[in-house]
């Protein structure tokens, strides 16, 4: 089986965990929290030389003392005694570690040294580990969550490798924002025994992972990674963020994980030809890995703008455009099926501009309904569903006297709630990808009706129109059509 | 006095509304009580031929009937009467006018008929306006807000001038979450009398106005447009963003507000003379003239990066080097004082990387201000800000018996606030710009220190970069330096 020390990480039949105590100061006490928190189902020996009882979980004073073996060893100790731990794995039988410990390569020549006698030691005992120096890895689908943060959104489709730990961790609350949802995710840290290339590989085959996003500061096997990555990404896109393609970059990455980065423009060479997208930013990298874990692809790249609002119907057009996409002027008959709809000083071309009506009916239904239906398009970029919130707010900042005489409909969220979920249901319905836009963020609780029920709302129209170019440039790749060039 | 008309438009010591009443469904009463929600101190006097009292303030049957000479009255009404109305204005002698009503040059051949006619009749009784096809005019400072989004921050400095209504209005709520405050907005629609290089005159001598957001589809007066905002980008920045260089862009923007857009590299060239930084998206437009109007400026391009943690720390570094920007080695010197605050597993270099030491005097207070003295760079990116936010919500995840075994540290908030206000100060007292940068956004409530005194916080390390990088830029204009091309 050519993955099971994988499957062993991260759906570990039960779990070691060296490092943590009842003190919440130290660094693997919230670690192993995150574990407690997330529901993991099954048995969990936390090791400590003195405590008995860590959290209520009953601690063994040694490895050795543990009464099974466990299929995974997690590591929060300082790196003078790792040694002497794995060893005693290797009399256990322990094969699977996550090595949290840091102060290896990153920290120069004698990091370097440590970092050797470490990987010599795991091999003398048969042990596959993800680190040193990285923070941990995560399987919602497992309920198992050995990083700092907690994760609150339901499992989903988008794994994460990063070679930050940051980036499997401090943005989970912003991807529980977007409605993305997880399917695993690893921070490799210096890579010492287990390496971004095979993560990739692992990933690839993994069935709940549906797009993968990828952070990188360097790659130590770019002849491997090419291959792994242009056989996966006729599978499922992957996305990546590189960081070290300028000499600023480079060197903060070497005190990060000790990775030596690649030349910008062969690394930028190496993902165009592998197929790999590359997203500029570490938040569009989520977004675009993020949409399509959630999307049905692009079968095309004709896009209609649907919204009530002319600057966000151009910004979306500008931008889409840049992005390789096509916005076409819609057929005449098309034109006059939404000129019916739409009030007469709206525009009905393609962007479609509402206008400030605010019927959510025709935005939410009719109009994309009558849009997908036509078949001239592939993609809808969509503009303008916000909640009375901002209703609510003026209400509140009135005097009482006239707020007494201008309330504004009572509970309108049902409506709008209702007008939301079919939007998302056109979307399923149709095979057919959806992307809005709103500045509200979660100022409005109206996004997250469509966010949690598969469409992506983008901070600005442009996010959105980028992250359409982006899932056509993947359908292109899979088509074997020459890479579209921006 | 150059400018009395727009002095008049936008802090109208009194104000007439045509086209309000007390339905709420009409498009006018709710522009009606944002006037009344921002708590505007001077009179007002709607004009209506049925309803006597609109949300309890005396209603007049017709302009001609208010007991004294408006200094502006607004028009949300149907484009067929608006002529009528305007004789009226003029047997008065009201002289300023805001047109929010559309059905005009945009709408093609029969609208652009319209408007010729909308601007001879005004001109006939010489009546300066603004719109048609808009949204209105906002500024906090004279608590008049005349556009359909409630104002809730506290005035500011940054102004918007847009010909795109929702660029003045749906972006409040976010503007108010970026902790950027507007000194004056207003949506000029067709231009029809009032085009944007007369705002952006206007707002270039405004005192309250300290940068300038600018949303173009196009420009009317080009010439004009590159000579005026040449000088005022020698004053105060000027940012834009512009949608019309795509054919697609080029298209929405007809449909939107009538204006035929230039050419992209034209319009670019045109930009990059006059001393104007474009802005890649509406986000980004609002991210750096709010960020200006909030900071210190960028005297050097040399930037220190500091915080918790690798990843955010390289892609800091590798996009402010994309941007323009200078990430140099510390001193030895500075190292070593660097050093003796970190833990060993740290980078002291630049980037500084803590490595999870989560010590906030140290990342808010300690470093940034040994750095800040040292004199070796400009300006700071900053990350790793963040409350204890993530205990709470693991803390709500776990199990009872768990959860009160693991109590975190009690309302940590009020050092977190000390922390956050210290690195405020900081950047006040020494008149130097920090940039921060979180995931978290709305999520941590600490965000929002930082954010209300002074320090903007970019939802990712690249945004703070380039925001940092467009200052630098911003300051090479100024000093008449040779521009920095990317």
Known sequence: MPFEHFQKIFCPGSVAFVGAS?????????????????????PIYPVHPVEKEIFGIKAYSSILDIPETPDLVIFV??????????????????????????????????????????????????????????????????????????????????????????????????????????????????????????CLEY????????????????????????????????????????????????????????????????????????????????????????????????????????????????????CAQRSGLVIP??????????????????????????TMDLNIDSLMKILPKIVIESGEVDGILHYGFFGPIHHEVKLSLLDKKIRDLARFEKDPFPAYEKAAKALCALSVKHHFPIISASFHGGYDPCQSILRNNGIPVMPCPEKAAQTLGAMWRYTAIRQNTKSISL
């Open 22 to 42: 009842n003190n919440l100061k130290t660094a693997g006490t919230p670690l192993f929290l995150s574990i407690l928190a997330a529901g993991y189902k099954q």
């Open 77 to 198: 100790v300082h790196h003078d005694i790792l040694i002497k731990l794995l060893k005693e794995c290797g009399q256990k039988g322990i094969k699977q570690a996550v090595v949290i410990t840091a102060g290896y390569n990153e920290t120069g020549s004698r990091g370097r040294a440590k970092e050797k006698q470490l990987l010599n030691a795991a091999g003398r005992y048969g042990i596959r580990f993800i680190g040193p120096n990285c923070i941990g890895v995560l399987n919602p689908w497992h309920h198992f969550n050995c990083t700092w943060f907690p994760y609150t959104h339901q499992p989903g489709h988008m794994g994460i490798i990063s070679q930050s730990g940051s980036f499997v961790t401090q943005m989970l609350p912003f991807l529980a924002g977007l409605g993305v949802g997880v399917s695993k995710g690893v921070s490799v840290g210096n890579q010492s025994n287990t390496d971004t290339e095979e």
């Open 203 to 318: 990933f690839g085959c993994d069935e709940q992972t549906r797009a993968i996003a990828l952070y990188l500061e360097g790659l130590k096997r770019p002849r491997a990674f090419f291959e792994i990555a242009g056989k996966i990404a006729q599978k499922k896109p992957v996305v990546v963020y590189y960081v070290g393609g300028t000499e600023a970059g480079a060197r903060a990455g070497i005190s990060h994980t000790g990775m030596l980065a690649g030349k910008d423009e062969l690394m930028d060479g190496l993902f165009k030809h592998a197929g790999v997208l590359r997203a500029p930013d570490s938040e569009t990298l989520f977004h675009w890995a993020g949409a399509m874990s959630l999307l049905p692809p692009m079968k095309g790249n004709r896009v209609a703008i649907i919204g009530n609002s002319g600057g966000p119907g151009a910004a979306f057009a500008d």
């Open 329 to 354: 002027v819609f057929s005449q008959k098309l034109q006059s099926r939404i000129k019916g709809i739409i009030a007469n000083i709206g525009s009905a071309k393609n962007p479609i501009d509402m």
